[in-house]
């Protein structure tokens, strides 16, 4: 693989803008080689090699902790001789190791990279290659705004890498901006493809050898291949082979290319491109299943060639325990993303004493399910084959929340957060349950529009999710909520002009319909109105 003029680098210690790179790749751990090993060499070449006098000469921007992690795990993990990489994942601890103990290469989240440069810790006139990676992932966090305040701060000359799983238009943006007229690896969104049949189970980073156990038994195949990209996951998967009784390749062969013919594939690691897919999928026709993170599930939809992937469902009881466990990790999430419950927290600390916080939270979680199961016996439960809430794939990117079930007529309440504030379905889920204590199960259809948001709920909830709502922050924006009682639950023809209703009706609080939070202020009438 070319990596640019890399004399002219080693002759002026600095490097050209013409080694500007966008990579197409999966977000995958066994990525991570193809687009940090120029990087590495374009660190060797400057000089004084291995000088941290002044700052770092190499900057990754990534969309969390553990893409962090990640990338400055492969960097050490080189040889002796590479870099020291140090993982920025939280402000003040990556202050205190910079001041400490320099380091050329520093790898971390977009906003925690920023806090470092606002409290001047991190220098930055040094910087001779800033990779942003993944720049999808990035856009779907809402991290933009800290990476262009970061890149404000970076030199023009430094080389750009850009890395993301799928160029949709908002990373096509950012490469224009950061990284014009790059040299592209990968494919590309002109080349088009036919869908492929893939279906996919949902696992974490450190659970995947887990999953793969779990299918095992599940299918006990008569002959299976796992497809690898890494030693560190060939590795894993052969000790859970081992683990399991298998042995050698006889029934379960552990591939990194594919295999003339096999019963099942599984995608232990993603391909790196739709060419290797296709080979792999050539030897199990309708039989490959992957093993995915939900951050990888938009990039196995591009692969695919499809917007909707099915889902591989395990045995009925394992899939549905596991799905009501899902449901109530993301309720759990959902309350804290919107901010700590203060009170609640006062009321545990004297059991800080006695128990760890562990088994507090354990045994909160058993009151919560037993005061459930007491309020609502007859609540409609999850199917099955539901599809956890917090890995369900969407078209729309996270513009809408899963179906949830409500169990009464439903109406939708409007509030008026919408897109350009940020706002995304976890936070008026969370804030609903914080808020109103109305259960995330009992939450329907959240749709995201520009400047507003629909919340589906039963009618017997939607009053008191307004006056719940009406008056609280979210994302820093003051909230007004009602029912939006001049449309069904579901989509309706556009209103003519003449059909708009009376202001007082469509704001609750101006014919005190609605109770006024405690301390509320009158501010008058807004003059935003809806779509």
Same mark, same amino acid.
């Given at each position: ?47 004084? $090699?291995?000088?941290? !006098?002044?700052? %770092? @000469? /190499?900057?990754?921007? #990534?969309?969390? +902790?553990? =893409? *962090?992690?990640?990338? &400055?795990?492969?960097? $050490?993990?080189?040889? !002796?001789?590479? %870099? @020291? /990489?140090?993982?920025? #994942?939280?402000? +003040?601890? =990556? *202050?205190?190791?910079? &001041?400490?103990?320099? $380091? ?428």
């Amino acid at each position: 693989m070319e990596h640019g003029n890399a004399e002219p680098a080693r002759e002026r210690g600095t490097v050209s803008r013409n080694q500007n790179v966008m990579y197409v790749l999966p977000h995958d751990t066994a990525a991570i080689a193809q687009f940090m090993g120029p990087v590495l060499e374009q660190l060797a070449a400057l000089e004084p $090699a291995g000088d941290t !006098s002044q700052g %770092p @000469r /190499a900057v990754v921007v #990534t969309p969390d +902790a553990e =893409s *962090a992690v990640a990338i &400055a795990r492969w960097v $050490a993990a080189q040889s !002796s001789d590479a %870099p @020291r /990489a140090i993982a920025a #994942t939280g402000a +003040a601890r =990556s *202050a205190r190791l910079i &001041a400490a103990q320099p $380091a050329p290469l520093i790898v971390g989240p977009a906003d925690q990279l920023l806090e470092l440069v606002r409290r001047a810790a991190l220098k930055l006139d040094d910087v001779r290659a800033v990779v942003i990676a993944w720049a999808d992932l990035l856009v779907d966090a809402g991290a933009v705004p800290s990476l262009e305040a970061l890149m404000g701060e970076m030199p023009k000359e430094s080389a750009r890498t850009l890395v993301a799983a799928r160029g949709t238009p908002e990373v096509e943006a950012l490469v224009e901006q950061y990284a014009r007229r790059p040299r592209r690896v990968g494919p590309t969104a002109a080349d088009a493809v036919e869908p492929l049949a893939v279906r996919y189970v949902i696992t974490g980073a450190a659970t995947r050898t887990s999953m793969l156990r779990q299918l095992l038994d599940t299918l006990d195949p008569p002959g299976a291949a796992i497809y690898v990209r890494s030693d560190d996951s060939e590795r894993d998967v052969r000790d859970t082979l081992r683990t399991l009784g298998y042995a050698g390749d006889d029934i379960v062969r552990v591939v990194r290319e594919p295999t003339p013919s096999a019963a099942l594939v599984m995608l232990y690691d993603l391909p790196s491109s739709r060419a290797e897919l296709d080979a792999l999928a050539a030897s199990a026709p309708n039989q490959v299943v992957a093993l995915v993170q939900p951050k990888q599930l938009a990039a196995l939809a591009a692969l695919a060639g499809t917007e909707r992937l099915s889902p591989f469902s395990l045995d009925a009881s394992v899939a549905a325990a596991r799905a009501n466990d899902q449901r109530t990790r993301d309720e759990l999430r959902a309350i804290l993303d919107v901010g700590l419950p203060t009170r609640e927290l006062l009321t545990l600390e004297p059991l800080l004493a006695e128990f760890d916080s562990a088994s507090l939270a354990a045994a909160a979680l058993k009151l919560l399910e037993t005061e459930r199961a007491r309020r609502l016996p007859n609540a409609s439960r999850p199917s099955p084959n539901a599809t956890p809430a917090a890995v369900a794939p969407s078209a729309d990117a996270g513009a809408r929340a899963p179906r949830r079930t409500t169990s009464g007529g439903a109406v939708r309440v409007f509030v008026n957060v919408g897109e350009r504030d940020g706002v995304s379905p976890r936070d008026l889920v969370g804030a609903i349950a914080n808020e109103a204590g109305i259960a995330g199960s009992r939450i329907g259809r959240v749709e995201i529009r520009e400047n507003h948001s629909l919340v589906e709920l039963d009618a017997a909830d939607a009053e008191r999710a307004v006056e719940a709502l009406s008056g609280v922050n979210i994302r820093g924006r003051r909230v007004s909520a009602r029912v939006d009682r001049d449309r069904p639950p579901r989509d309706r023809p556009p209103r003519e002009r003449g059909d708009r209703p009376d202001r007082g009706d469509r704001v609750g609080h101006a014919r005190g319909k609605f109770p006024r939070r405690p301390g509320a202020r009158d501010r008058g009438p807004s003059r935003r109105r809806d779509e």
